[in-house]
């Protein structure tokens, strides 16, 4: 990555020529150009280690007199080699290294001093324990208590002689080691933290990669012990850096928030554009509670209708953050949902608008929706209980920033009012889990071609649904693909079906010959986990489902896929699915599913869904068909004119909430274009 860093100083060089004042220049007695070798450094900029152990010295106790003295002395190399010294870049290597090699010195002597003051506690304990039994004579109870205390001592130095030795070995390798093989932001910043304890501004765009992904980024293809190995050291970095625990399954571009955060002086700003992901999704809850708990949110920004990169599929944001100077749970987060391209809205008056709006707003280029850091930490925590009590001791469950503040249309919010005390969540009627993931698909998938041409038995084989695509019918009955389902490998003894089973295992190369895929209670409904334009809920009739949403409903599933069916969850699950993905779908997840408002039923409102079927008879249509639009037309230029068994559905939905004849028609509209727009977006760049 070394030629990274030379392009990175050509271009700021170019930029800085460009800004330059011709008549200003001095080429005579000043060099034209700063040195900016050591301002942009290469390396792992998240894992802070050297030889496998954490190097920090932002507490106070590391800061001893000697690397004090060194980091100043550095300081001044750096001031003088930036201004044109190029002499001093030896210098400021050597010091680096003498600064590292005196972090590691002073570690031994300071465990070396704890070792020294536990052999003094045990000569003193022995000492005294002898002159004791000299005076008093043995007593069984105290030398029971007495060697409890001696091997609980000869442990701890037990301990500190083994860092000692790794130290020692680590300091060993930093005398011989030529090169430099780390990157610490505490040493090739130094002068940075001592001058102004952190960075004024931090700008990322962190890469993008799924938690399952995550390796060493200096390791080329790593095995999977040592991605799980760097996933530990990330996730006790955060630990140790800010105290905070996070799950494992976040994506890497969140350890970029804790670090790059660490990173700040108490004055200073923070702007990151990466994945939206974080917004909604369910690893997304411990930055979205870290953040509102420890510092100034103050803008997170999208854009309705263009993507910020052509090359990556996904949706980005940008976002704003200060450190806090004062109380900041009354601070209002300004979620900013721009309408037109960046280069059409970015003038000087929408940043005024944009700072002065306290309260919802929205114009033809821009909707502004603050909210305070208090009313989503609140929003996040589940629970009846008063505020001040859910503050101290509530359990943060995360909140669906993207969908509701961002993407969410007028209407959503009239609904909850309008239906107010009428909505539980889905988890409340519903046990809702993932389908079957069989690893790897190719062994467990069979065909009815697989079947015939291999003459196997049907016993362990189950109709599979897999994609949508094939599935245009809300009834799941039948299947041309078939799921292998068994307990254990013996349930296959002398049969066709075990000899393709485990001639499949040797063509697939799969050492684990134990495989297996467990029968699982049959499910009622299905959602799908992915939706382009086509808003599908199923009732199965007997399926077994391959990585979907699947709910287990003892009562009613008939009546509860109607209302899953209609146009107001169609709604609800755009605004609680997730558009992280930028080739235009609709993630929907077990979690989505789970905190998805879900209308009670009452006698009536049953008896009318009980009568109605229709909507059961036909296969299902994009959106845009289903309510009479044309989605190359503008969508609020047209009448919505759905079909007639889909608005006799919607009406008793509407009904039940209390929505006007203007309001139905509005969620029509922002159906449209809420499906519109995303699809729109993914082929904007």
């Given at each position: 990555?070394?030629?990274?860093?030379?392009?990175?100083?050509?271009?700021?060089?170019?930029?800085?020529?460009?800004?330059?004042?011709?008549?200003?220049?001095?080429?005579?007695?000043?060099?034209?150009?700063?040195?900016?070798?050591?301002?942009?450094?290469?390396?792992?900029?998240?894992?802070?280690?050297?030889?496998?152990?954490?190097?920090?010295?932002?507490?106070?106790?590391?800061?001893?007199?000697?690397?004090?003295?060194?980091?100043?002395?550095?300081?001044?190399?750096?001031?003088?080699?930036?201004?044109?010294?190029?002499?001093?870049e030896n210098i400021i290597k050597k010091l680096e290294n003498d600064l590292v090699k005196k972090i590691f010195d002073e570690k031994l002597n300071q465990l070396r001093n704890e070792k020294g003051k536990i052999q003094n506690e045990l000569k003193n304990?022995?000492?005294?324990?002898?002159?004791?039994?000299?005076?008093?004579?043995?007593?069984?109870?105290?030398?029971?208590?007495?060697?409890?205390?001696?091997?609980?001592?000869?442990?701890?130095?037990?301990?500190?002689?083994?860092?000692?030795?790794?130290?020692?070995?680590?300091?060993?390798?930093?005398?011989?080691?030529?090169?430099?093989?780390?990157?610490?932001?505490?040493?090739?910043?130094?002068?940075?933290?001592?001058?102004?304890?952190?960075?004024?501004?931090?700008?990322?765009?962190?890469?993008?990669?799924?938690?399952?992904?995550?390796?060493?980024?200096?390791?080329?293809?790593?095995?999977?012990?040592?991605?799980?190995?760097?996933?530990?050291?990330?996730?006790?970095?955060?630990?140790?850096?800010?105290?905070?625990?996070?799950?494992?399954?976040?994506?890497?571009?969140?350890?970029?928030?804790?670090?790059?955060?660490?990173?700040?002086?108490?004055?200073?700003?923070?702007?990151?554009?990466?994945?939206?992901?974080?917004?909604?999704?369910?690893?997304?809850?411990?930055?979205?509670?870290?953040?509102?708990?420890?510092?100034?949110?103050?803008?997170?920004?999208?854009?309705?209708?263009?993507?910020?990169?052509?090359?990556?599929?996904?949706?980005?944001?940008?976002?704003?953050?200060?450190?806090?100077?004062?109380?900041?749970?009354?601070?209002?987060?300004?979620?900013?949902?721009?309408?037109?391209?960046?280069?059409?809205?970015?003038?000087?008056?929408?940043?005024?608008?944009?700072?002065?709006?306290?309260?919802?707003?929205?114009?033809?280029?821009?909707?502004?929706?603050?909210?305070?850091?208090?009313?989503?930490?609140?929003?996040?925590?589940?629970?009846?209980?008063?505020?001040?009590?859910?503050?101290?001791?509530?359990?943060?469950?995360?909140?669906?920033?993207?969908?509701?503040?961002?993407?969410?249309?007028?209407?959503?919010?009239?609904?909850?009012?309008?239906?107010?005390?009428?909505?539980?969540?889905?988890?409340?009627?519903?046990?809702?889990?993932?389908?079957?993931?069989?690893?790897?698909?190719?062994?467990?998938?069979?065909?009815?071609?697989?079947?015939?041409?291999?003459?196997?038995?049907?016993?362990?084989?189950?109709?599979?649904?897999?994609?949508?695509?094939?599935?245009?019918?809300?009834?799941?009955?039948?299947?041309?693909?078939?799921?292998?389902?068994?307990?254990?490998?013996?349930?296959?003894?002398?049969?066709?079906?075990?000899?393709?089973?485990?001639?499949?295992?040797?063509?697939?190369?799969?050492?684990?010959?134990?495989?297996?895929?467990?029968?699982?209670?049959?499910?009622?409904?299905?959602?799908?986990?992915?939706?382009?334009?086509?808003?599908?809920?199923?009732?199965?009739?007997?399926?077994?489902?391959?990585?979907?949403?699947?709910?287990?409903?003892?009562?009613?599933?008939?009546?509860?896929?109607?209302?899953?069916?209609?146009?107001?969850?169609?709604?609800?699950?755009?605004?609680?699915?997730?558009?992280?993905?930028?080739?235009?779908?609709?993630?929907?997840?077990?979690?989505?599913?789970?905190?998805?408002?879900?209308?009670?039923?009452?006698?009536?409102?049953?008896?009318?869904?009980?009568?109605?079927?229709?909507?059961?008879?036909?296969?299902?249509?994009?959106?845009?068909?289903?309510?009479?639009?044309?989605?190359?037309?503008?969508?609020?230029?047209?009448?919505?004119?759905?079909?007639?068994?889909?608005?006799?559905?919607?009406?008793?939905?509407?009904?039940?909430?209390?929505?006007?004849?203007?309001?139905?028609?509005?969620?029509?509209?922002?159906?449209?274009?809420?499906?519109?727009?995303?699809?729109?977006?993914?082929?904007?760049?």
């Amino acid at each position: 990555m070394e030629w990274a860093v030379r392009v990175a100083e050509l271009r700021l060089w170019l930029n800085l020529l460009v800004d330059v004042e011709k008549g200003n220049i001095d080429i005579y007695t000043k060099p034209l150009l700063p040195n900016l070798s050591f301002k942009i450094r290469q390396g792992d900029s998240l894992v802070q280690e050297i030889f496998e152990k954490y190097v920090s010295l932002r507490e106070p106790e590391n800061l001893t007199p000697s690397i004090k003295r060194i980091i100043e002395e550095l300081a001044k190399e750096h001031s003088r080699f930036f201004d044109g010294e190029s002499e001093r870049e030896n210098i400021i290597k050597k010091l680096e290294n003498d600064l590292v090699k005196k972090i590691f010195d002073e570690k031994l002597n300071q465990l070396r001093n704890e070792k020294g003051k536990i052999q003094n506690e045990l000569k003193n304990l022995f000492d005294e324990y002898s002159n004791k039994v000299k005076m008093f004579g043995e007593d069984k109870k105290e030398r029971e208590e007495f060697e409890k205390i001696v091997d609980n001592l000869s442990r701890e130095k037990e301990k500190i002689d083994n860092e000692i030795e790794e130290y020692k070995n680590i300091y060993e390798n930093l005398l011989r080691t030529k090169e430099k093989t780390y990157f610490l932001w505490d040493v090739c910043f130094s002068d940075v933290f001592k001058e102004k304890e952190g960075f004024d501004l931090v700008i990322g765009n962190p890469p993008y990669v799924r938690q399952e992904l995550i390796g060493p980024p200096l390791i080329k293809n790593p095995s999977r012990e040592q991605k799980d190995l760097y996933k530990k050291k990330l996730q006790e970095s955060v630990e140790k850096t800010w105290g905070y625990k996070v799950g494992g399954r976040c994506d890497l571009y969140v350890y970029f928030y804790f670090q790059s955060l660490s990173l700040l002086n108490k004055k200073g700003t923070f702007c990151f554009i990466n994945s939206n992901s974080w917004l909604d999704v369910d690893f997304g809850k411990y930055l979205q509670e870290f953040l509102l708990k420890n510092f100034e949110i103050k803008r997170i920004i999208d854009n309705q209708v263009k993507r910020s990169f052509k090359e990556a599929d996904i949706n980005t944001i940008m976002v704003l953050i200060n450190y806090p100077e004062k109380e900041f749970l009354n601070n209002k987060v300004k979620f900013i949902m721009f309408k037109k391209p960046f280069d059409e809205v970015i003038k000087i008056d929408n940043e005024l608008l944009i700072e002065e709006k306290d309260e919802l707003f929205k114009n033809e280029d821009l909707r502004v929706f603050p909210k305070s850091q208090k009313e989503l930490l609140l929003e996040g925590i589940e629970g009846d209980e008063q505020e001040e009590i859910k503050l101290l001791s509530g359990k943060y469950e995360g909140g669906k920033w993207g969908g509701i503040y961002l993407r969410a249309p007028d209407i959503y919010f009239t609904i909850l009012e309008k239906g107010k005390g009428k909505f539980v969540k889905l988890r409340n009627i519903a046990k809702i889990r993932r389908g079957y993931i069989p690893y790897p698909l190719k062994l467990f998938l069979l065909t009815k071609e697989d079947i015939e041409k291999n003459n196997l038995e049907i016993n362990n084989l189950y109709p599979a649904f897999s994609s949508p695509i094939y599935f245009k019918n809300i009834i799941l009955e039948s299947s041309d693909k078939y799921l292998l389902i068994f307990d254990n490998i013996q349930e296959l003894e002398n049969t066709n079906l075990l000899k393709w089973f485990l001639n499949k295992i040797n063509e697939l190369q799969i050492s684990n010959k134990n495989i297996s895929l467990k029968y699982r209670e049959q499910s009622q409904i299905i959602i799908p986990r992915t939706i382009y334009e086509r808003h599908i809920v199923y009732l199965n009739k007997g399926l077994s489902i391959i990585d979907h949403v699947e709910l287990l409903i003892k009562e009613d599933p008939e009546i509860i896929c109607c209302i899953l069916n209609s146009s107001l969850y169609i709604l609800l699950k755009e605004i609680y699915g997730r558009v992280g993905l930028g080739l235009g779908t609709l993630k929907f997840e077990v979690i989505d599913a789970k905190n998805l408002p879900f209308l009670e039923l009452n006698y009536k409102f049953k008896k009318g869904l009980f009568l109605f079927r229709k909507l059961f008879k036909r296969e299902i249509l994009s959106v845009f068909q289903e309510f009479g639009l044309d989605s190359d037309k503008p969508i609020r230029e047209q009448e919505p004119n759905p079909l007639p068994d889909r608005k006799e559905l919607d009406d008793i939905v509407f009904d039940a909430i209390g929505l006007t004849e203007d309001e139905r028609k509005e969620v029509y509209w922002a159906v449209a274009e809420l499906v519109q727009n995303r699809l729109k977006k993914a082929k904007s760049v």
